[in-house]
Structure formats: structure tokens, C-alpha cells
């Protein structure tokens, strides 16, 4: 919604429409050892960006240098680097040392160096009426409520990765699993198994789906860690990944992850699983 605003706001003043982010997250840099996770890798953050509109993206590096320019000196950087012309936020935006960047102040600022300040109207949930956030977000992830994520994301949660070779355990019981490398600081719904949407990426481009189910956990029934991992297991698949990019949507959680007798009564479950996922695509 902001970059689409943004774009009809540019395009009426014959101007280019882009947009400036942030990496490493502010709170790695005010609270150090603070820890972070993503919902999206800055790579995937970037495409996203583009994907909606925008002409360019440019990543700024958050530093505690940074952190110390006032709102003044920063958008004056933007009219002299980047000529900037409008400057569409959203209405709780705060720039500058001490967030002292308010709307009101920033549209001042613009007055004085030649920019317009839009403040977009926050984006309401239509269910409860409440803002669309990332804490929002954040909080049906840790709930394992993969379709309250996707209704506030406007698309899937997902994660991606290349398929790094494991202990090939699955593939001895029968369900032959791809081990994804997934950022250690990306946000992770709890431990369970979840019906999931493969997306392989073709060498030649393009990618090719795949129903999938998936487990996120540590494999209490085989090892004793504390290292979560990514597994999936395609249905209606032969074949070897290995190297190969992959994105997973995380769909629905099916159950959380439990440790089993043994190796049968993991075959079982899993077998059930399988047919449940089936199930819900069908």
C-alpha cells in the first residue's frame, strides 16, 4: 500500500519512485547482543521491493554513526545525492537522532529544503481493526498461526535456501527430506510439522512447485540438540537437489514436534502426516 501510494504520488510529478532501507535492524545497533530475526533475508527484502514498483532500492548500513544524524542533516544528504522531490512515509514515521524526525517535523524540514512530506494513513486489519505490524506479524509466527501471517503479509510466509546434504536418515525410513539452509536469524514458527509448498529453482529459471510437508525442529526421536532444522519432504518426487535452491511456504501447522518410541512409530506418524497434507490440498 505505502509503495504503491508512493508510486502514484511519483508518477504525478514526473518523478522516479524508490525506496531507502535499513540493514542491520536499529536494534542490533542501539542494544547490542540483542537478538534479531528477520522475516525476510535482505536479498529476498530487496526482490520484494522491486516486485512492488519500486525503480531503485538502496540499502543504507545502520551504524552508531548513523544513529547520531539528525533528521535535518539526513534529508538533506537525500536533496543533494538523490534530489529527492516527496518523501512518502507512513504516519507513525520517526527519523533522525532520537526518532526526533516526527511527520510534522520532517514536513517542515521539506519546506525549508524543497521536498514534499506525505504521511500515509496506517494500514488497518479489517478483522479487529488494528494496525498491520511486524509485531503483529512477529507474534501469529511464534503462534504457529500460519494463516493469520498470511493474511497480514498478503502472501505466504516463506523461507529459502540451498539443500545442503545431511545424515540421509530420511531416506533410510522411507521419506527422503531436503535439508534447507535456512539464516540462523530468520523467524521460525515453533517446532512442528506443517503443510508447505516447495518451490524448486531451475537452473535455466524459473521454478517448479511442489506439495510438501515439512519439519522445523530439532529430531528429538534421533538426536539430542538444541540446532533447529528445516526439513522437507516432497510428494511425488525422485530425484537429487542437492546444490539447489529452494523456497518453502509455510502453509498450516499440522502438529507440534514430539519425540517418538522409535523408528516405527516415527514412520507411522509421518505416513499420517503425508496423507493429512494430501488432505488439505486436495
Known amino acids: 500500500m ?93 527519523l533522525g537522532r532520537g526518532g526526533e524526525g516526527t511527520t510534522e517535523r520532517l514536513a517542515e524540514i521539506g519546506r525549508d529544503q524543497g521536498f514534499e512530506v506525505i504521511a500515509v494513513p496506517l494500514l488497518k486489519d479489517g478483522s479487529d481493526n488494528d494496525r498491520i505490524s511486524s509485531t503483529r506479524i512477529r507474534q501469529a509466527l511464534a503462534e504457529g498461526d500460519m494463516g493469520a501471517v498470511e493474511r497480514l503479509l498478503g502472501r505466504p510466509y516463506a523461507v529459502r535456501g540451498p539443500v545442503l546434504h545431511g545424515d540421509e536418515r530420511g531416506r533410510t525410513i522411507g521419506f527422503p527430506t531436503l535439508n534447507i539452509g535456512v539464516a540462523a536469524d530468520r523467524a521460525l514458527p515453533p517446532n512442528g510439522v506443517y503443510v508447505t509448498r516447495a ?25 539430542d540438540s538444541t540446532r533447529r532444522q528445516v526439513e522437507t519432504h516432497l510428494l511425488d518426487f525422485e530425484g537429487d537437489l542437492y546444490g539447489q535452491v529452494v523456497t518453502i511456504e509455510l502453509l498450516q501447522l499440522l502438529r507440534p514436534e514430539r519425540k517418538f518410541d522409535g523408528p516405527d512409530a516415527l514412520v507411522a506418524q509421518i505416513r499420517a502426516d503425508v496423507a493429512a497434507t494430501r488432505e488439505w490440498f486436495a
Do not use: C, K, W
Open 2 to 94: 505505502l509503495i504503491g501510494r508512493m508510486l502514484e504520488e511519483a508518477a504525478a510529478r514526473r518523478l522516479t519512485g524508490g525506496v531507502i532501507t535499513f540493514h542491520p535492524h536499529p536494534i542490533s545497533v542501539l542494544r547490542p547482543g540483542t537478538p534479531v530475526s528477520y522475516l525476510e533475508s535482505l536479498e529476498r527484502r530487496v526482490e520484494l521491493l522491486r516486485e512492488a514498483g519500486a525503480r531503485f532500492v538502496s540499502v543504507l548500513q545502520f551504524t552508531s554513526e548513523l544513529q547520531q544524524v539528525s533528521a535535518e542533516d539526513f534529508t538533506r544528504l537525500l536533496v543533494e545525492e538523490a534530489r529527492m522531490r516527496l518523501l512518502v512515509v507512513g504516519e507513525d514515521f520517526r
Open 199 to 223: 518451490h524448486v529453482y531451475n537452473p535455466a529459471g524459473g521454478t517448479r512447485p511442489f506439495n510438501a510437508v515439512t519439519n522445523i525442529g530439532t529430531r528429538p526421536t534421533f538426536d
